[in-house]
């Protein structure tokens, strides 16, 4: 049998969310090539994050240090690499479908900012989103169409993608998620509800909703309850700013950003998760709060739904309105708060679930 050659492309991924991916990936490849006639071949910006033994690491230390060496590598230097290592399958984690020559191409797209407005104040507090938004749309569009598949993360993306870029080979490829669920609690008062908001303070998270709701809450009610809100404390962004100074008297526990144990913790600990953000492609806490067994509030918004899959304590509030999510607050200290619910909207049978499914479908002919 014929070896069958692969390139994982991840060169941009280098932190947080997106590091995970191409680490999370390249490990269960690694795993799922053992005793295959199967040779990997990855392209990272950092080769000494990444030890897989049947693993060639091809570092690219450039890729991250402007956009002009990451359009060069994408539209010019991979097709001369390309040429020269002669892949069977060219598989692109970071949204863009490069200009190379193999039998067969994949991209993974799991950038929320093109599926986002950007508002004066996302242009205001990182202007970085507002050009995402605009820069991700035109370039997720390049060479699209030479995919074999698409992957992206929920069907209502899916659905966008077809419209928009007028293609019907998209598969929806759930994020892999490892229930991680801790014993340990942080201290918290026990005379009060505990309302919880796990955030990398980004514009587009939408922390401002929340404090605009606190505002609506009746003071008498404010007193049985605590909000956690993390990103907030030892963060100097020009939207942390803001938000401190627009809301310093709007009583809030401002929380650092937490590691992965003490956010466990924290889970094991509140009652309640809130989550206002505007745009996720995803929506890990959901998943984790999920795992939790904990009460949800959520955006009513298609990603959050879709996350958070058939779930009975969970109730949802529009955006345009944080009195929505006042009256809720109201309502739970009260005990007369009555969960929506959310069932599964779309036929999950030909999702793929975790990485290994994912290997399985690119490696078969």
């Known amino acids: 049998m014929k070896r069958k050659k692969i390139v994982i492309s ?71 690499l390309s040429k020269q290592v002669q892949p069977d399958i060219w598989f692109s984690l970071h949204d863009t ?13 799991h950038h929320p900012t093109t ?3 950007p508002t004066w104040k996302d242009w205001k507090f990182d202007y970085k989103i507002g050009v995402f938004s605009v820069l991700y749309d035109f370039l997720f569009k390049i060479n699209i169409s030479k995919n074999h598949t698409v ?9 966008i993608f077809e419209k ?41 998270k939408n922390i401002e909703y929340l404090f605009e709701a606190i505002k609506l809450v009746p003071e008498e009610v404010l007193n049985s309850c605590e909000f956690h809100i993390t990103g907030l404390k030892n963060n100097n962004t020009k939207y942390v700013n803001y938000l401190n100074e627009k809301y310093k008297s709007t009583e809030a526990n401002r929380l650092k950003l937490l590691n992965k144990n ?22 890990l806490p ?40 006042a009256e809720m607050i109201t309502e739970i200290v009260a005990k007369n708060h009555v969960f929506q619910g959310n069932k599964i909207a779309y036929n999950t049978n030909e999702d793929l679930h975790n990485w290994k499914e994912v290997f399985q479908y690119i490696l078969t002919d």
């Open 262 to 283: 003490i956010m466990l913790k924290y889970y094991n600990s509140i009652d309640y998760l809130v989550f206002p953000s505007k745009i996720e492609t995803w929506g």
């Open 151 to 159: 992957f992206v993360q929920q069907h209502w993306i899916k659905e």
């Open 10 to 80: 991840g060169i941009n991924m280098v932190e947080g969310g997106i590091y995970t991916i191409l680490h999370n990936a390249l490990q269960e490849l690694s795993k799922h090539i053992e005793n295959k006639e199967v040779e990997v071949i990855a392209l990272v910006h950092d080769s000494s994050k990444f030890q897989f033994s049947n693993i060639t690491i091809i570092e690219i230390p450039l890729s991250k240090k402007s956009w002009w060496f990451r359009l060069y590598y994408e539209y010019f230097y991979f097709k001369k």
């Open 115 to 117: 599926l986002f407005k």
């Open 286 to 325: 959901i998943s984790e709060a999920k795992a939790h067994h904990k009460n949800m509030l959520l955006a009513n918004l298609p990603y959050a739904k879709e996350a958070c899959g058939n779930y009975e304590n969970v109730s949802f509030f529009n955006l345009e309105n944080p009195k929505e999510l």
């Open 164 to 204: 928009r870029f007028n293609i019907t080979n998209i598969k929806v490829a759930i994020p892999q998620f490892v229930e991680e669920i801790s014993k340990e609690k942080i201290a918290l008062n026990e005379n009060k509800i505990h309302f919880f908001y796990p955030s990398f303070p980004k514009s587009f």
């Open 97 to 109: 479908t490069p200009n190379v020559v193999a039998k067969k191409q994949f991209v993974y797209c």
